[in-house]
Structures are given as structure tokens and as C-alpha cells.
T-cell receptor
Framework: AQSVTQLDSHVSVSEGTPVLLRCNYS??????LFWYVQHPNKGLQLLLK??????LVKGINGFEAEFKKSETSFHLTKPSAHMSDAAEYFC????????FGTGTRLKVLA | DGGITQSPKYLFRKEGQNVTLSCEQN?????MYWYRQDPGQGLRLIYY???????QKGDIAEGYSVSREKKESFPLTVTSAQKNPTAFYLC???????????FGNGTRLTVT
């Protein structure tokens, strides 16, 4: 069965420092992988999607993620955090029955 | 602009009453979904529909029902059989089964 594990429920970083949000997946085949962001009381917005075309995927707002098949990981990174990045982030995988991780709440300290 | 509209934003009901949440999309997407979000549990799939007049149960379908009579619309009914209906409900759509999901802004349902 497919599963998605977000390894940290909360991450705190200082403004201007790098962000790393970790996601591992399990799948018997090459999955579709996505990262979404959710601001309070809002729906989710797509940050980026993995396609088999490239292992390093660039998304919106300076985020990117690297697909590592050997590690079954799809970690989300950003070189320099901004206050507006504070939100909850979800990693997801699947086809129709998308499986969501439990989310990582990112806090950005001034 | 195309998008997904969920209404209402907040909904209050008494225990024992059925309630229907609205979801409309103008993205011309074939697939639509309903998720339930509870703190610390991520999103859990209630129902999804790949095409008009067809839908499948997700992981937590008990106590919920849906219909898909039109491509644009996928209403969710929370029945009195749902034991813990208070939650944030999110509707989404996608062009195909492995396309990105487009989400509405959610309906927060409170049942007392």
C-alpha cells in the first residue's frame, strides 16, 4: 500500500535561513508526488509537482524539491525563508486516491 | 478566473440533522474529491468521482453521501450517521487522476 510520511510535524527557522521539510514515500512504482501549502482557514495551493522529466523540481515562491528514488524521499527546500512562508505544508502521492502526509507546520522567526 | 467554490464558509447544525455542503468548479475538470481535515491528521479522502454519474468511496466514507449529476458540481451530504462530523471539509478537482489538485477554500462545519 502507498504511504506518505512527513518526518517533522513542526519546523522553526529564522527569517533568511534555509528551509528543509522532509517527506518520504512508499510505492511499488514511480509515483506522482506533490507539495502543497495551506494558509490558515484556506484551501491547499500547489507548490510543485514531480514528473519523471527531472529529479530536481522547481516550484513557486522559490521552493524546490528533489526526488531521490534510492532514498524514497521528496524533501522540500528553500534557500532563504520569508515571513510569508509560515504555513502548513503537505506532501502527497497517488493517482485519484491521493495519500496526504500529516503536514508540517513551518514557523518563521523574525 | 477558473476555480472551485465551496459554500458556505461556516456551517452550524444541530446533532441529528443532515447537512449538504456545496462544491462547484468551472475548470472543466473530470475528477472531483471531498476531503476531511482534522488537526494533526492531514487530509483524509471521503469520496471521489472520476467522471459524471460515477463516484467511489474513499477511506472514511461512512456517514457521508455524494452525487455527481453534473460535471461542475459534487455536493457532499453529512448524514446523522456520521459520528464526529465537526471538521474542516475541502473539495478539490483535477484534470486527470495524476494531475495536481485544485482546492476550494473549505467549509468549516460545527455540529452541536
Amino acid at each position: 500500500a502507498q504511504s506518505v510520511t512527513q518526518l517533522d510535524s513542526h519546523v522553526s527557522v529564522s527569517e533568511g535561513t534555509p528551509v528543509l521539510l522532509r517527506c518520504n514515500y512508499s510505492s511499488s512504482y514511480s509515483p506522482s508526488l506533490f507539495w502543497y501549502v495551506q494558509h490558515p482557514n484556506k484551501g491547499l495551493q500547489l507548490l510543485l509537482k514531480y514528473t519523471s522529466a527531472a529529479t530536481l523540481v522547481k516550484g513557486i515562491n522559490g521552493f524546490e524539491a528533489e526526488f531521490k528514488k534510492s532514498e524514497t524521499s521528496f524533501h522540500l527546500t528553500k534557500p532563504s525563508a520569508h515571513m510569508s512562508d509560515a504555513a502548513e505544508y503537505f506532501c502527497t502521492s497517488g493517482t485519484y486516491k491521493y495519500i496526504f502526509g500529516t503536514g508540517t507546520r513551518l514557523k518563521v522567526l523574525a | 478566473d477558473g476555480g472551485i467554490t465551496q459554500s458556505p464558509k461556516y456551517l452550524f447544525r444541530k446533532e441529528g440533522q443532515n447537512v449538504t455542503l456545496s462544491c462547484e468548479q468551472n475548470l472543466n475538470h473530470d475528477a472531483m474529491y471531498w476531503y476531511r481535515q482534522d488537526p494533526g491528521q492531514g487530509l483524509r479522502l471521503i469520496y471521489y468521482s472520476q467522471i459524471v454519474n460515477d463516484f467511489q468511496k474513499g477511506d472514511i466514507a461512512e456517514g457521508y453521501s455524494v452525487s455527481r449529476e453534473k460535471k461542475e458540481s459534487f455536493p457532499l451530504t453529512v448524514t446523522s450517521a456520521q459520528k464526529n462530523p465537526t471538521a474542516f471539509y475541502l473539495c478539490a478537482s483535477s484534470k486527470t487522476g495524476n494531475s495536481p489538485l485544485h482546492f476550494g477554500n473549505g467549509t468549516r462545519l460545527t455540529v452541536t
